[in-house]
């Protein structure tokens, strides 16, 4: 069963950082691709970032520049450093995980959710 352990959020100031980590389990991690999600109150959840098994990434427009996305794979781990947040980036974030040729799907929708393996999300919040 894969299993997606989401941590580092919290509570920043406009301008500040934060690094959210995505550890997983129960699959073979070299041969996933693994994708960002946030989803605000009232607002449907969008695509962030996407990383995929041998380290291409895709980033969505509103956190080109500010964020990004990279791997460990010793560690079964995903990484989001976020910097320069504004209270727009205010929202919980999810990890997502999927097999194969998920990096090109996520692509090809534009980041919209489609993956079958889901965290539970963490919250970052963004104080003007």
């Known amino acids: 069963e894969v299993q997606l352990q989401a941590s580092g959020g919290g509570l920043v100031q406009a301008g500040g950082s934060l690094r959210l980590s995505c550890r997983a389990s129960?699959?073979?991690?070299?041969?996933?691709?693994i994708a960002w999600y946030r989803q605000a109150p009232g607002r449907e959840r969008e695509g962030v970032a996407a990383?995929?098994?041998?380290?291409?990434?895709h980033y969505t427009d509103a956190v080109k520049g500010r964020f990004t996305i990279s791997r460990d794979n010793a560690r079964n781990t995903v990484y989001l450093q976020m910097s320069s947040l504004i209270p727009e980036d205010t929202a919980v974030y999810y990890c997502?995980?999927?097999?194969?040729?998920?990096?090109?799907?996520?692509?090809?929708?534009?980041?919209?959710?489609?993956?079958?393996?889901w965290g539970q999300g963490t919250q970052v919040t963004v104080s003007s």
């Open positions: 990383i995929s098994g041998d380290g291409s990434t």
């Open positions: 129960g699959l073979v991690f070299d041969d996933y691709a």
């Open positions: 997502a995980a999927g097999p194969d040729g998920a990096f090109t799907t996520a692509l090809a929708r534009g980041l919209k959710p489609f993956f079958d393996n």
